[in-house]
């Protein structure tokens, strides 16, 4: 079956006492064992019975086997959002001691994490440019605990070519973990690619419309041990696990990912296709445009439709102030990927509380807009674009 079917035709772990088409949300915490020896089995991990909601439920546990269907991973584990999956992936994988080999173009929070969470805990980051895979392989060393990147920084728009960086992973035998988030699993093999660890926000484009927080490691079973760390020690002891309404929630997000992912991008590219013409427009960053200086290797990697983030630039943050005050039908907004179109000024507001040097580092402009773009029709999301721009740009 191809993507769209399996995300909805995906068989039950066990058949519902009602025969229900949806996944029923078991909003439990205990489960009634028949017997000692059973209940003992399910507490060990020898059966795959749930023995507690924080650990294992039946409808997260459903979610976890549709994405590995779609995907092919060996294993999914389903978190209460993004940045808890990375935290989980990260401290199952590092020790004090060692380095994470990653970027400053990262979001916001998972800069923290690795420049002030870990290094509390003998952990260095080592920030460079992931493009230049010679000046990778000069920061990687034995003590270097894995490659960490993002597909598509946000807001940044950069592409590496994470199968040069996989081929470095792989010589020092450490893992490449890839935060996927701005591109579906489902458009592309993050195996092929050479990942060995997918990290992904659902709360974006799996929730259908920003429904719930989610988080996912997707797992394709190159590194056992980590992979256990994962299941026992972040699952257990960190208490991430998704709830079960997040999980029936995000299960009906799947149903609807593609077509709400081919709309979205769509629309995209036909609006970052005039905001390239639109007076006052200083530059757009949106790898499905063929002037993004990584477009080319974009669409190798990652298919034709370039996604629904588009970012662009005004002539200075009184612009962008004006501009977001002036919008219409476009929400003043965080998030990514909701069915309606967002907007927002990262410099002031997800990076508002890092110094002025620190952005600069991280090539965060005071000049840069996001957008988000949802399913309303396109043409009425550039009228209200353009007379926003137009009103923060006017003498």
Do not use: W
Not at 77 to 98: D, H, K, N
Not at 106 to 114: H, P
Not at 180 to 189: A, Y
Not at 315 to 329: G, S, T, V
């Amino acid at each position: 079956m191809k993507e769209t079917t399996r995300a909805i035709h995906t068989p039950y772990q066990r058949r519902d006492a009602f025969d229900a088409l949806q996944m029923p949300v078991y909003h439990t915490m205990a489960y009634e064992f028949d017997n000692a020896a059973v209940m003992a089995d399910a507490f060990c991990g020898r059966t795959n019975a749930p023995d507690y909601s924080r650990v294992l439920n039946p409808t997260v546990t459903h979610f976890e086997e549709i994405i590995r269907g779609l995907t092919g991973a060996r294993e999914v584990s389903a978190f209460t959002s993004g940045m808890a999956a990375i935290s989980a992936m990260l401290l199952s994988t590092v020790q004090a001691g060692q380095n994470v080999v990653s970027s400053r173009h990262l979001f916001g929070n998972t800069y923290l994490l690795l420049t002030n969470t870990l290094r509390r805990f003998g952990v260095e980051a080592r920030l460079t440019d992931l493009t230049d895979p010679q000046l990778v392989e000069k920061v990687v060393d034995r003590n270097t605990a894995c490659i960490f990147l993002e597909t598509v920084t946000n807001p940044q728009t950069e592409v590496a070519d994470i199968r040069e960086l996989s081929k470095i992973a792989a010589a020092y035998r450490i893992p490449l973990i890839a935060d996927t988030t701005m591109i579906p699993f489902t458009q592309f093999d993050g195996e092929s690619l050479g990942i060995d660890f997918q990290v992904v926000s659902s709360t974006k484009y799996i929730s259908g419309g920003a429904t719930s927080l989610g988080g996912l490691i997707i797992d394709y079973g190159h590194f056992p041990e980590i992979s256990r760390l994962i299941k026992k020690d972040a699952i257990f002891n960190l208490g991430g696990y998704m709830t079960p309404h997040a999980a029936y929630m995000q299960t009906l997000g799947l149903e609807t990912l593609n077509v709400r992912y081919d709309r979205q991008s769509d629309s995209a590219m036909k609006i970052a296709r005039k905001l390239e013409s639109t007076p006052g427009v200083k530059g757009i960053g949106y790898p499905g445009l063929e002037s993004h200086p990584d477009h080319a290797l974009f669409k190798e990697l990652y298919g034709d439709r370039g996604g629904a983030m588009i970012t662009f630039e005004l002539a200075d943050a009184e612009q962008c102030f004006k501009f977001i005050n002036a919008l219409k039908l476009v929400h003043r907004a965080t998030n990514l990927f909701d069915n309606r179109t967002l907007a927002i000024h990262p410099a002031s507001t997800i990076f508002g509380p890092f110094s002025e040097a620190e952005r600069a580092a991280m090539d965060i402009k005071p000049t840069t807009i996001r957008l988000s773009i949802g399913l309303e029709d396109p043409e009425d999301i550039y009228a209200d674009l353009s007379q926003a721009i137009a009103a923060a740009t006017s003498k």
